[in-house]
């Protein structure tokens, strides 16, 4: 079994920061790449920032220079620091990775559960 595991997150004002981890558990073999996704009410899930396990980035134009991703390898953790945060960020942040289970020679995408970010005007 596998599990992802978000914490972090909360209500913060305009302008400040937060820090939100993830971190994969259980039987894994590798991990392709983990990434941040959001979703706002009423609208459609979204990458923020996504990163490959050979440390390639990739981000929302909306979040670059604000937000930041960083993975642990040894850990099979992920974080996204969040600067400068805007009423707009305010959504479900949802981990994902790509992995491979041991024993298995198969990719499969694992979720998180959903860490809550409120920014307040």
């Known amino acids: 079994q596998v599990q992802l595991v978000e914490s972090g997150g909360g209500l913060v004002q305009a302008g400040g920061s937060l820090r939100v981890s993830c971190t994969a558990s259980g039987s894994i073999y590798s991990i392709i790449d983990m990434g941040w996704y959001r979703q706002a009410p009423g609208k459609q899930r979204e990458l923020v920032a996504l990163?490959?396990?050979?440390?390639?980035?990739n981000y929302a134009d909306s979040v670059k220079g604000r937000f930041t991703i960083s993975r642990d390898n040894a850990r099979n953790t992920v974080a996204l620091q969040m600067n400068s945060l805007k009423p707009e960020d305010t959504a479900v942040y949802y981990c994902?990775?790509?992995?491979?289970?041991?024993?298995?020679?198969?990719?499969?995408?694992?979720w998180g559960q959903g860490t809550l970010v409120t920014v307040s005007s």
């Open positions: 994902k990775a790509n992995l491979v289970p041991t024993r298995s020679s198969v990719t499969f995408q694992y």
């Open positions: 990163t490959t396990s050979g440390g390639i980035t």
